[in-house]
């Protein structure tokens, strides 16, 4: 089981507005918050994805075949989360729709340029 996922930062202050938001439409909340990290929270027993700034110091950066993939309870939820995370500055990775018969799901990539993907089984 999974217990926490990492994405890397440059502006945790800009990172911490645009996941405060994008979490908060998937019933994310903040965990907690320090100097150089935050934790949100997706329920008990759920993992948790934190943002932080490298401790090596060194320029946070995306890597090449990682994605997130978020969990969405329907694809009117899918298209919302992938539309407010274009208009909170992300870029567009493959927009809302079926890819295969039973996936459903929108692809985009943080201002840092982790790969996030909201979607449902259906």
Do not use: W
């Not at 645009?18 to 990290?37: E, H, K, V």
């Not at 700034?53 to 090449?64: K, L, R, S, V």
């Not at 997130?68 to 329907?74: G, M, Q, R």
């Amino acid at each position: 089981m999974i217990s926490y996922i990492t994405v890397g930062s440059n502006d945790l202050a800009a990172s911490a507005t645009f996941f405060d938001a994008l979490f908060c439409a998937i019933n994310g909340t903040r965990a907690f918050s320090l100097d150089n990290m935050i934790a949100y929270s997706f329920g008990p027993e759920k993992p948790k994805i934190i943002v932080t700034t490298p401790y090596d110091g060194e320029t946070a950066f995306h890597g090449n075949g990682t994605m997130v993939a978020l969990a969405a309870k329907d694809q009117d939820q899918v298209d919302a989360v992938h539309a407010l995370a274009i208009e909170l500055g992300a870029t567009d990775e493959g927009a809302p729709g079926n890819r295969g018969k039973h996936f459903y799901g929108g692809y985009f990539r943080d201002p840092d340029g982790n790969k996030f993907n909201i979607s449902l089984t259906v």
